[in-house]
């Protein structure tokens, strides 16, 4: 805007002996990187000194190649641009290439580039470039001219969708809502552009379209409907930019369901997913992918913050990403240049060019290539002058030849040109910014529950009553867990200015995610049971209910606010069941056999005699508990568990790092953890008495927090440690970060990792330029040897560090390369690391538990199920004496196949059975059907569709996931 600017006046003066008689030459040039615009030089003589007049000046001072090919009369030439001085009148000048082809072009007075043609080149070849000007040559110059490919760049225009960040979430959505009718527009006015110029749009998530479709007037959403139809706009799977590896299994899934839902509605074919700024995934996300009709994963992380590896192991290097089954894969092009190449300015050659080249140099194998393009920032808008670009480029220019296109097109062409040479890898791309969910632990544990929770409550709905099942209501649910693992976790500002509005406003809002998903799970479970439920004031028999696919035996624990009519606790049959009071006023018992899928019956009363006795009691004298399986001893310096032995295992499991315990509290103050600061002195009390639960309550003070509180608990019979650490937590605005230390003692022992639906060994399973500083686990990590090891299920808190507390990286440095084997672990459990978006500080009591399992050689599906009886546990209802118990419904052979969701169909007119082989090895998954069993089960995918019917047992490879569809018509 030249009316802003302000008048400048640089004058230089030079002095004599640099002045020749006659035609001088003078050049300007930049010394340092510094720069200047102008209007125009001038050079004046000095006060009596005449200059005279300028001569007719012709001369060649340079020639140069090009990267690009140009197209005259059908054929394909290589440009090579002549830098010329002319000085005096207009006149024609001929530029000949090696004596042949020649262009006539008009030089004006001054600097002029002229272009010459020269044939395509296969190898490096030198030319001669004559100009001549009147007939008589001015300059002949010899240049080696390289060969350029044909490239075709694939411009993939869209929005990276932060839900929140640059703006508050409600004013986002609003936002993308306007591109949505900006991007029709301007598709419409290029419809009858030449292909390639027309204007596309990538929607790189389906959140926006989610809400603009249930907002937009009748006639908007027909013109979305259609320009979805015409290409103009190409939709991706995701719902959002996900933090895949926080997702749960089933949740994982429920990141595609909108997908679906489009697919079903609309017909529409949605073949790619995006992903925007977030650094790794999850394996996992490959077979729901592919399982969901998914073939392209076009990836555009974050160009420098907290990535790793991320864009030095595979930007620009596609690959079939396998599934941990090896029967699936995706083709995944993580795009070179991230996706914010073009936040300042616009669609250039001139960046396009040097990106090239350095393909080039790099011997960058194909000649087609992703480019993200995205504007003015996060949440930016469509660039309305792009097909005109494009278009004016290349007619311009043959190559490179600019194409605008949806995702799915771009990896359609590719794999069709390059599907036999494309590479495979396998493994976890284990993710990087994960870790910010340990900004807001109680949230991220409410979510973890939550989505738990709402596969039970699913079950319970299949068991009950599948007929009135709210799919409407789940799938509202689902997106609130969803959201809360979204990146966007807050403002731009949330480090610099956690206290200002802008911060508040938006942490409210994602807050909300998590607190409506707790919310909503529970409404929907209660629900569920509202027609099993007595209404009676008095408790006088409660049914127990498995949502698992295998038979239980577990401790209940009855709430206090119930009035019972009894304290001791009865079977159906009116055998007396091992019960005990808490401290907490709660009544707890043993609830056995209870088998998959069913619920069985207990009676409260208060006989007037009775001589209970519990076998294999558990009992306490401080500082050590035990039971007939284990015996654990606390230290009484440091309040971690010293000593952890089994019956029949030779060895201490606790013993396995000198000067560490089992659960011991660790506070990094600061980013290094050379020196993280322990809690102080303890006190040990007898928290429950026994004989079913006995637990020790050791309390302390601790940096970092105002108390902390650690409970360690054996059940009469179980072979497991219960651990329950309340962390009352300080609001510390300085970085900080708290981790619990679990070394366990088994030589030689191979750690594994449960992870949505795969199985990962660290370093071993895990691809090229993955995570290794900090693990994000579902539920258990196992460490195991030839002949036992130790399972570790964690409830609350994901995130889990191998061997040490580890550096948090800064400014790109600090990433682990290599990891090397151990047995030591970490629950990485707070922190407030990051310097933009996650929170900035937590306050208040926050509950982390876990569960210690010792065993004998690794079976993959008893860990499994021991997992996920901690996050899945048995639910008590009270129920009137009359009411009929639920029987079993279904189990599954073999041992390591696991029904992971149990649930009535969309449609209500199905079951949606989901197995896992959770073993390592294939299986003959096989359902075992109470009478009557259903007259036909089919094979289905992510969207429930009935595919092939199933007869006999199901093949299952290892770490495999299927979906079976079977009609309520048994």
């Not at 209007?39 to 003589?45: E, F, G």
């Not at 284990?430 to 039970?456: C, F, H, K, M």
């Not at 092939?948 to 047992?953: D, I, L, S, W």
Request: with cysteine; net charge positive; proline share 6%.
């Amino acid at each position: 805007e030249v009316e802003k600017g302000r008048e400048h006046l640089l004058k230089i003066e030079f002095p004599a002996k640099v002045i020749e008689a006659g035609t001088n030459t003078i050049t300007i040039s930049s010394s340092t990187g510094s720069w200047i615009l102008y209007d125009y030089v001038a050079l004046k003589t000095p006060i009596g000194v005449e200059a005279g007049p300028l001569k007719a000046t012709n001369k060649l001072l340079d020639v140069h190649t090009q990267s690009y090919l140009v197209e005259r009369g059908g054929k394909l030439y290589q440009p090579v641009m002549a830098s010329v001085l002319h000085l005096g009148e207009p006149v024609e000048a001929l530029v000949t290439v090696n004596g042949s082809q020649s262009v006539k072009q008009t030089l004006q007075s001054g600097y002029k580039l002229v272009e010459g043609l020269a044939p395509v080149v296969k190898n490096p070849t030198s030319v001669e470039v004559d100009i001549k000007v009147s007939g008589k040559s001015i300059g002949t110059k010899t240049v080696t001219i390289k060969p350029v490919r044909k490239w075709q760049v694939y411009v993939l225009h869209h929005s990276h969708v932060d839900i929140g960040y640059t703006h508050v979430q409600t004013d986002v959505v609003r936002k993308h809502w306007d591109y949505f009718d900006q991007v029709i527009e301007l598709a419409r006015k290029s419809a009858d552009y030449p292909p390639g110029s027309r204007f596309k749009w990538n929607v790189e998530v389906l959140w926006a379209v989610d809400s603009y479709l249930n907002q937009a007037s009748k006639e908007k959403r027909e013109q979305f409907i259609e320009a979805v139809r015409k290409g103009w706009i190409g939709l991706d799977a995701l719902y959002g930019n996900e933090l895949t590896a926080l997702c749960r299994p089933e949740e994982l899934i429920r990141l595609v369901d909108y997908a679906q839902k489009l697919r079903q509605r609309y017909g529409f074919t949605i073949d790619s997913a995006m992903i925007t700024d977030v650094p790794g995934y999850t394996w996992g996300i490959v077979p729901v992918l592919a399982q969901s009709g998914v073939k392209y994963f076009s990836v555009g992380p974050n160009r420098g913050h907290r990535i790793g590896y991320t864009l030095s192991s595979w930007g620009d290097k596609p690959f079939y990403w396998e599934s941990p089954s090896g029967k699936r894969n995706v083709l995944c092009w993580v795009a070179g240049e991230g996706y914010s190449l073009f936040h300042s300015g616009r669609l250039s050659g001139g960046r396009l060019l040097e990106y090239l080249k350095r393909l080039e140099e790099s011997e960058y194998p194909y000649d087609i290539l992703q480019v993200r393009y995205s504007i003015g920032g996060d949440n930016g808008p469509p660039d309305p002058g792009l097909s005109d670009f494009v278009k004016k480029w290349n007619e311009k220019y043959a190559y490179p030849r600019l194409i605008v296109a949806t995702a799915s097109e771009m990896c359609r062409e590719f794999e069709r040109r390059y599907g036999d040479k494309i590479p495979s890898a396998r493994g976890d791309f284990t993710p990087y910014w994960e870790d910010g969910a340990g900004s807001s632990a109680i949230e991220t544990s409410l979510n973890r529950d939550a989505a738990e929770r709402l596969v039970q409550a699913e079950t319970l709905w299949a068991m009950l009553n599948p007929a009135k099942y709210s799919a409407e209501d789940f799938y509202k649910a689902w997106r609130e867990v969803v959201l809360y693992d979204e990146h966007t976790w807050g403002a731009h500002c949330s480090i610099s200015q956690p206290d200002s509005d802008f911060t508040k406003a938006q942490w409210k809002i994602k807050q909300a995610f998590a607190l409506e998903a707790d919310a909503q799970s529970r409404k929907l479970l209660n629900t569920a049971l509202a027609g099993h439920r007595s209404e009676s004031k008095e408790v006088s028999a409660i049914d127990v209910f498995n949502t698992c696919s295998w038979p239980r035996r577990d401790l209940v624990i009855i709430p206090r606010h119930w009035k019972l009519a009894g304290d001791i606790v009865f079977s159906a049959e009116g055998g007396a069941v091992p019960t005990q009071r808490l401290s907490t006023g709660e009544i707890a018992f043993i609830a056995r056999d209870i088998p998959a899928f069913s619920a069985k019956r207990f009676i409260l009363k208060t006989p007037d005699q009775l001589s209970m006795k519990v076998p294999g009691p558990a009992k306490v004298i401080p500082p050590t508990v035990h039971n007939s399986y284990l015996t654990v001893t606390i230290d009484q310096k440091t309040g971690a568990i010293a000593s952890l032995k089994h019956r029949d295992l030779p060895v201490d499991l606790g013993a396995g790092e000198k000067g560490i315990g089992l659960n011991d509290y660790f506070y990094v103050a600061g980013r290094n953890p050379k020196d993280p600061q322990r809690n102080g002195p303890v006190k040990i009390s007898v928290k429950e008495h026994g004989p079913l639960v006995a637990s020790l309550l050791i309390e302390s003070d601790a940096p970092g927090c105002n108390k902390l509180s650690r409970e360690v608990r054996l059940v009469a019979g179980m072979d497991r440690v219960g651990i329950i650490n309340i962390i009352d937590k300080q609001k510390i605005y300085e970085q900080e970060a708290v981790h619990l230390a679990f070394p366990f003692n088994v030589p030689k022992g191979i750690m594994r990792m449960d992870t949505p639906w795969a199985v990962v060994r660290p370093e071993t399973d895990q691809l090229p330029g993955a995570c290794k500083n900090y693990f994000t686990v579902q539920r258990w990590v196992d460490v195991s040897n030839s002949d036992y090891g130790v399972t570790w299920a964690t409830v609350d808190a994901p995130l889990v560090e191998v061997g040490a507390i580890t550096n948090d990286p800064r400014g790109g440095v600090g990433w682990i390369k290599k990891l090397k084997p151990s047995t030591t672990l970490y629950s990485y459990v707070m922190n407030n690391y990051w310097e933009t978006n996650y929170k900035a500080g937590q306050e208040g009591p926050t509950t982390f538990r876990y569960s210690i399992m010792p065993h004998r050689r690794f079976d993959s599906g008893r860990v499994s199920k021991f997992a996920i009886e901690r996050s899945q546990p048995l639910i008590a209802v009270p129920v009137d004496k009359e009411t009929p118990s639920r029987n079993s419904i279904l189990s599954v052979e073999p041992s390591g196949v696991v029904v992971t969701a149990f649930k009535p169909s969309e449609d209500r007119k199905a079951w949606i059975v989901r197995l896992f082989n959770t073993s390592d090895r294939p299986e003959k998954a096989k359902i075992i059907w109470t009478k009557p069993a259903p007259k036909t089960v089919w094979l289905s995918n992510l969207a429930e569709e009935q595919v092939a019917k199933v007869t006999g047992p199901v093949e299952m490879a290892a770490y495999e996931f299927i979906t079976l569809r079977v009609p309520l018509d048994r």
